[in-house]
């Protein structure tokens, strides 16, 4: 099963940032939290990951709660072309083996 | 990053026939992993294949039934065999990405089979 809780689907405007939440309430010490995305007929990407600091690369913010329960992806200036399934996974000892949960339908909008 | 190349990219199949499906890479690679994706649903491991050994399969799928090749570094085959209308699926393959942490993967397109 998964170890993330995320809600089903979010809107958001072109041009505003968009900030997904992801709940991993039981992960562990040695997890990480990994963000994918998929767009509509294609394979999923990668977006970012983190252990326990904030992380940012030109895609997005990764935003980790203190004590690890949550985490936010922020895109900070959404596009059309961001509107996909955004996947928060937790994981950190099975090499290759991500358990995708049903992610969020974000969807940006004009 | 490296690019994979898969094929089919789609197919419509009969049912009881089987299917391969191909995924080469571009640079080599020592792990490749196939995944499903049901419609509708999220992505599920089916297996790890490693060349020069057998693949290594998840719980509830076997290697009668997804029998995978791992001929060399960079190229890996999975076959859909015996094929039913509850297999039609998107499959992928997937590889580590080199430089990066051990979840980071990057994906194929996918092959998405729609079986009759």
Redesign the interface.
């Known amino acids: 099963d998964a170890k993330t809780t995320q809600p089903p689907s979010m809107d958001c405007a072109e041009g505003r940032a968009a900030n997904l939440p992801c709940n991993h309430s039981t992960i562990s010490g040695n997890e990480y939290v990994y963000w994918y995305r998929q767009i509509h007929s294609q394979g999923p990407q990668y977006i970012i990951h983190g252990l326990k600091n904030n992380e940012t690369n030109e895609m997005a913010s990764l935003i980790i709660t203190e004590d690890r329960k949550s985490s936010t992806l922020i895109l900070p200036h959404a596009t059309l072309r961001d509107t996909a399934v955004y996947y928060c996974i937790v994981d950190g000892t099975s090499y290759g083996k991500l358990t995708f949960g049903q992610g969020t339908i974000l969807t940006v909008h004009p | 990053s490296a690019v994979?190349s898969q094929k089919p990219s789609r197919d419509i199949c009969q049912r009881g026939t089987s299917l391969t499906i191909q995924c080469q890479v571009d640079s080599q690679v020592t792990?490749m992993?196939w995944y499903r994706q049901q419609p509708g649903q999220?992505?599920?491991?089916i297996a790890?294949a490693n060349q020069g050994s057998e693949a290594t399969y998840?719980s509830g799928f076997v290697i009668d039934k997804f029998p995978i090749s791992r001929p060399n570094l960079t190229f890996s085959t999975l076959t859909v065999s015996n094929m039913s209308p509850e297999d039609s699926s998107i499959y992928?393959c997937?590889i580590?990405?080199v430089g990066?942490?051990?979840?980071?993967?990057?994906?194929?397109?996918?092959s998405r089979l729609t079986v009759l």
Do not use: D, Q
């Open positions: 994979i792990m992993f999220s992505l599920t491991l790890t998840e992928l997937s580590p990405t990066s942490g051990a979840n980071v993967l990057t994906f194929g397109a996918g």
